[in-house]
């Protein structure tokens, strides 16, 4: 990748970085309000059909084509088409969810690769989406950051599949939800049959950060949900997997609490529309009117226009240790990686900076133990002397090295330094 990229995602990330169901909608399919749900996208493609048909996971249900504009809002070439299908959410409820898949301008030969990439949405909006980013869409600063990586799959050949990972809801942060919308894109894109892909597509899964939350649980959940699909490479960096200890973090460190407390605030906010339970019940009146304010926002941000929560969690609940009430006690382990059941089955490639200020490089350490112990064919790059925001530029030409060995000639590039296991 070159400089001026670089240069552009840092600069792009480093702006980003900067009732109690009041506006509640009802989910059709559980039959419960969903806590500070976003205002529904004015977009008719976007309305799901009621109920949402007992179809297996993946069946196309409305496809369209689009204008392919990534960056700046600026078209290019590429065919490019919106796909909703059937999914599930956290719960195993049927959802109808939405991805963007892109072909390239000249196939690669042969067997062309899928890449799947999960952008780092981090928001609670509709608007903020990568499906409305990739239509032209500049609401969301850090999928204009994002935007240039993959446009290097396409390059060089490769189909890119973008799922909105958060579904219908929003839902930020809420891995399970994220993983299966991952792998039910993937499984909506080969049954698409203008992009010309096959049940033995060689598949690879890309993210970073909020990303690698949808890519980690994509990558994850595979032998379970989705064991068909031939995924072979994965690369998740500055992966949140203790999203409790995220926030702790982001409550605790002083420097993270002012640069990142709003943004992992929405995070909660997202995690509780999947599971109302988190603190739906515990906010107090500052709590009720900082959600309200953040359901239509981008990043951390309101959508109102007014300013960004800060302070510490306890100032938003009627609880002294929010961390310790009964709903985060529940919700915490539904949203930790690693989970028991399952471990990535692909080749992957972890990679996090030890100097992260926003997702401690702690929380990756123990999901990498975990999937080594599990027998995860993983590479792990900890990189030192770096942080989060840079890390996601430094660490790209890595990454998409990973991914192309892989995907293009079945060997590994690794930067120095990776340690390994089960390869």
């Given at each position: 990748m070159c400089d001026r990229r670089r240069v552009r995602a840092v600069a792009w990330l480093i702006v980003a970085a900067l009732g109690a169901a009041c506006g509640g909608?009802?989910?059709?399919?559980?039959?419960?309000?969903?806590?500070?749900?976003?205002?529904p996208d004015p977009d008719a493609f976007y309305l799901a059909p009621q109920p949402v048909p007992d179809e297996p996971a993946g069946t196309i249900l409305k496809t369209r084509p689009i204008t392919f504009a990534p960056v700046l809002g600026k078209p290019r070439d590429n065919p490019a088409w919106e796909l909703q299908f059937v999914s599930h959410d956290a719960k195993g409820h049927r959802i109808a969810a939405v991805a963007t898949v892109v072909k390239p301008l000249a196939p690669a030969a042969g067997n062309t690769p899928l890449l799947s990439y999960q952008y780092a949405e981090d928001s609670l909006a509709s608007r903020c989406a990568p499906s409305r980013s990739l239509m032209g869409g500049t609401a969301n600063v850090i999928s204009q950051a994002e935007a240039a990586?993959?446009?290097?799959?396409?390059?060089?050949?490769?189909?890119?599949?973008?799922?909105?990972?958060?579904?219908?809801?929003?839902?930020?942060?809420?891995?399970?939800?994220?993983?299966?919308?991952?792998?039910?894109?993937?499984?909506?894109?080969?049954?698409?049959?203008?992009?010309?892909?096959?049940?033995?597509?060689?598949?690879?899964?890309?993210?970073?950060?909020?990303?690698?939350?949808?890519?980690?649980?994509?990558?994850?959940?595979?032998?379970?949900?989705?064991?068909?699909?031939?995924?072979?490479?994965?690369?998740?960096?500055?992966?949140?997997?203790?999203?409790?200890?995220?926030?702790?973090?982001?409550?605790?460190?002083?420097?993270?609490?002012?640069?990142?407390?709003?943004l992992v605030a929405s995070a909660v906010e997202g995690i509780n529309r999947a599971y109302p339970e988190l603190v739906t019940s515990i906010l107090n009146?500052?709590?009720?009117?900082?959600?309200?304010?953040?359901?239509?926002?981008?990043?951390?941000?309101?959508?109102?226009?007014?300013?960004?929560?800060?302070?510490?969690?306890?100032?938003?609940?009627?609880?002294?240790?929010?961390?310790?009430?009964?709903?985060?006690?529940?919700?915490?382990?539904?949203?930790?990686?690693?989970?028991?059941?399952?471990?990535?089955?692909?080749?992957?490639?972890?990679?996090?900076?030890?100097?992260?200020?926003?997702?401690?490089?702690?929380?990756a350490d123990a999901m990498v133990r975990a999937w080594c112990d599990a027998g995860t064919p993983l590479a792990y790059h900890r990189v030192n002397g770096s942080g989060h925001v840079d890390l996601a530029a430094t660490g790209a030409p890595a990454a998409q090295a990973f991914m192309a060995g892989r995907l293009e000639q079945n060997v590994d590039v690794l930067p120095d330094g990776s340690t390994t296991c089960n390869r």
């Open positions: 909608s009802r989910d059709a399919e559980r039959g419960e309000p969903v806590p500070f749900a976003p205002t990586f993959p446009l290097d799959a396409l390059d060089a050949g490769w189909t890119v599949v973008y799922p909105d990972h958060e579904g219908p809801y929003g839902a930020f942060a809420v891995g399970r939800l994220a993983g299966q919308i991952t792998l039910d894109a993937i499984r909506a894109a080969l049954a698409f049959p203008d992009l010309g892909l096959s049940s033995t597509t060689r598949i690879g899964l890309q993210g970073y950060s909020g990303g690698a939350i949808a890519t980690a649980w994509a990558a994850s959940l595979q032998r379970s949900y989705a064991p068909e699909l031939n995924i072979v490479a994965v690369v998740s960096g500055g992966t949140p997997a203790d999203l409790v200890g995220v926030a702790r973090n982001a409550d605790t460190k002083p420097i993270t609490n002012t640069l990142f407390f709003s009146e500052h709590g009720n009117t900082g959600f309200e304010a953040m359901k239509d926002g981008c990043v951390g941000l309101t959508g109102d226009g007014s300013p960004r929560p800060t302070g510490h969690f306890a100032d938003f609940t009627t609880v002294p240790d929010p961390f310790d009430a009964e709903g985060a006690r529940i919700v915490a382990p539904q949203i930790t990686l690693p989970f028991e059941q399952d471990a990535p089955i692909a080749d992957t490639f972890v990679y996090h900076a030890t100097g992260d200020a926003l997702i401690p490089v702690e929380g």
